[in-house]
């Protein structure tokens, strides 16, 4: 029997949703100089050792009426408004300034990961931004990770450019989501990129899904033959744990180590992971 609660249009909830819409869109473009914006950070970790090796910077929105907002309605409100390089900006410079200063504070230095949207990276200036982001900051350009997806490597000639002038200024490239976008393995060969991050919809099923299994052994086997790293997201239990280690995946990240943190968290965290109770 069809029940009339489910066919009935709930105008109350749309009404609500559209304005959660228009206030984020009016809202965004002021929340850098009303400093709401902040970054997460979400440790990666080294499956043999246990160590932390390096930290991937998340974005979020402290919205004084709507509290914390996440990225995926973050992102593409940004780039609707074409705030995004503004934002991609801050974000670049706060996870190269925070990076900085844990180091100058005596912490073992971790590569710092950041997102790229589409937009940033095929706007022009990105390469210049970024160098004089290391510059200004000071911070040496081997400590940077940029992570694309594989959609924005669509766009062949320029994309090698892009990446090859990045490669020279010495930064790391890594491709996020990887196998979920449109894997032209051709491209792989002749993308100048350091790390494929196998994405977590692989993960979620592994221990229960042969054809995860399959993919993600795969994805650790081709990384290995192109002598790239790679690292695996959304690690969330024991079990994914032991298979990536069990399959040579050397990095992981996920909610088993840690959800992204603050950075006054983040200490704190790492003495969690590298103590290994997360195994507990
Ligand atoms: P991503 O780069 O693939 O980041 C991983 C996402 O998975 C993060 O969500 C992270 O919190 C989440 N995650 C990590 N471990 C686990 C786990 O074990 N289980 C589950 N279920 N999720 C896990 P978040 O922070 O909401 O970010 C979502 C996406 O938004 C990111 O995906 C990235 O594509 C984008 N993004 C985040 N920050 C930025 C940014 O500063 N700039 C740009 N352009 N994009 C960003
Ligand atoms: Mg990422
Ligand atoms: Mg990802
Ligand atoms: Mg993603």
Redesign the pocket.
């Given at each position: 029997m069809k029940n009339s609660f489910s066919t009935k249009t709930h105008w109350h909830l749309i009404e609500k949703t559209t304005s959660r819409i228009s206030t984020i869109s009016n809202d965004l473009p002021k929340a850098i100089e009303r400093e709401e914006l902040r970054l997460?950070y979400?440790p990666k970790v080294d499956l043999v050792t246990g160590k932390v090796v390096g930290l991937?910077?998340?974005?979020r929105w402290e919205h004084p009426e709507l509290g914390l907002i996440?990225?995926?309605e973050i992102?593409p409100v940004a780039e609707e408004l074409a705030e995004?390089t503004t934002i991609?900006n801050w974000?670049l410079s706060q996870a190269c300034r925070q990076s900085k200063e844990w180091q100058d504070n005596g912490y073992p230095p971790m590569i710092m990961s950041?997102?790229?949207?589409m937009q940033?990276f095929t706007s022009g200036d990105l390469v210049a931004t970024i160098e004089g982001t290391l510059n200004e900051v000071q911070l040496l350009p081997r400590y940077l990770e940029l992570?694309i997806t594989e959609t924005m490597t669509a766009n062949i000639p320029e994309t090698i450019q892009t990446l090859k002038r990045l490669k020279s200024l010495g930064v790391r490239i890594s491709i996020?989501?990887f196998g979920t976008g449109y894997s032209n393995l051709t491209h792989l060969k002749n993308f100048p990129v350091d790390v494929l991050k196998i994405d977590?919809s692989f993960i979620r099923d592994l221990t229960e899904n042969p054809i995860d299994q399959a993919i993600v052994r795969t994805i650790i086997h081709l990384a290995d033959d192109l002598k790239l790293e790679v690292v695996a997201?959304?690690?969330?239990t024991a079990d994914h744990f032991r298979f990536l280690k069990d399959h040579n995946c050397l990095v992981g990240?996920?909610?088993?180590f840690s959800?992204?943190v603050e950075s006054r968290f983040l200490i704190e965290k790492i003495h969690f992971i590298e103590s290994g109770k997360y195994l507990a």
């Open positions: 997460h979400q991937e910077a998340l974005i996440f990225p995926n992102i995004i991609g974000v950041v997102n790229l949207s940033q992570e996020d989501d977590q997201e959304g690690i969330e990240q996920g909610y088993l959800k992204p």
